[in-house]
């Protein structure tokens, strides 16, 4: 999962609903899931721990109580974490 930094909330004036942004963990050198597939589908060997990965970084969500409701390949990341790949759920 991509870590998050910090959170802002601004503070709304009554008509306008409050505006939230975020900092982010910075990806290098990765691509997306999205991109890895255009070329077709990957052999297992790749795909599942891949998929493993994805798969811990939506359980993690579910256990704080979060449904990330736009899970795709386009926001699955496949990115450098020190001297390995790592598939992070964005």
Known sequence: MCRIHELFLLPGNGHHRVAAFLTMELLEGGT?????IEGGPLP???AEP???ELCQ???ALHAVGLVHRDFKPGNAM???RGSS???VVM
């Open 32 to 36: 997306t899931l999205a991109k890895q």
């Open 44 to 46: 297992w060997s790749e």
């Open 50 to 52: 891949i998929v493993m």
């Open 57 to 59: 970084g939506l359980e």
């Open 78 to 80: 496949l990115a450098k």
């Open 85 to 87: 790949t790592q598939a």
